[in-house]
């Protein structure tokens, strides 16, 4: 039994910043990858961001030199830190923890891009 419960969304206008976290609490005895996705209105859901154990990261096209994905094995957290917001970065985010035999999902937090 497994919880991940994102926090930090919210409006900001385009420019702005903003951070997400991720806490995660229940059954976990070992954190694999932990990333960040989300999904706009009418939209698949894309990745955006990852970040292994050891922090090895891995980074979205589209938000390279603006988002940096960040994370704290002791408190079981991951962060996404989102610099020169833009419109399109309007979504539902979503934090994930996969592994072997192991795929768990937050509810998302909306952040909303506008002026």
């Known amino acids: 039994q497994v919880q991940l419960v994102e926090s930090g969304g919210g409006l900001v206008q385009p420019g702005g910043s903003l951070r997400l976290s991720c806490a995660a609490s229940?059954?976990?005895?070992?954190?694999?990858?932990m990333g960040w996705y989300r999904q706009a209105p009418g939209k698949e859901r894309e990745l955006v961001a990852t970040?292994?154990?050891?922090?090895?990261?891995n980074l979205a096209d589209s938000v390279k030199g603006r988002f940096t994905i960040s994370r704290d094995n002791a408190k079981k957290t991951v962060y996404l830190q989102m610099s020169s917001l833009k419109p399109e970065d309007t979504a539902v985010y979503y934090c994930?923890?996969?592994?072997?035999?192991?795929?768990?999902w937050g509810k998302g937090t909306l952040v909303t891009v506008s002026s």
């Open positions: 229940g059954s976990i005895f070992n954190l694999n990858v």
């Open positions: 994930n923890i996969k592994g072997p035999g192991m795929d768990y």
């Open positions: 970040s292994t154990s050891v922090g090895s990261t």
